[in-house]
Nanobody, 120 residues
């Protein structure tokens, strides 16, 4: 069973930047490298939404609301996925969840989530 540990969240002013990290354990390096990784978020009173995904070959996709501001990347040697967030806005405030989907699966595993608050 994969374990996902998020880090890097916190409080930042509008226009600022944060980098989230998600380290995976309990999974082999081969499986991690073949997996789709990503980030979702859930703001208070709202449904969870997809933020970004990165495939095993590095293809990426983003929610329209974060395109041009957020960048997802992965380091397979470290079994870690990152989310670089720039030009943060108050509406980016949410709990961010790391997502892992092993090859051939139709379901996702989630991390426990990490709070990102954008406020002056």
């Amino acid at each position: 069973q994969v374990q996902l540990e998020e880090s890097g969240g916190g409080l930042v002013q509008p226009g600022g930047s944060l980098r989230l990290s998600c380290a995976a354990s309990g999974v082999t390096g081969v499986i991690f490298a073949l997996s789709v990784m990503g980030w979702d978020r859930q703001a208070p009173g709202k449904q969870r939404e997809l933020v970004a995904r990165i495939s095993n070959i590095g293809n990426t996709n983003y929610a329209d609301s974060v395109k041009g501001r957020f960048t997802i990347s992965r380091d397979n040697a470290k079994r870690t996925v990152y989310l670089e967030m720039n030009s943060l806005k108050p509406e980016d405030t949410a709990v961010y969840y790391c997502i892992f989907r092993r090859p051939g699966s139709t379901t996702d595993s989630w991390g426990q989530g990490i709070q990102v608050t954008v406020s002056s």
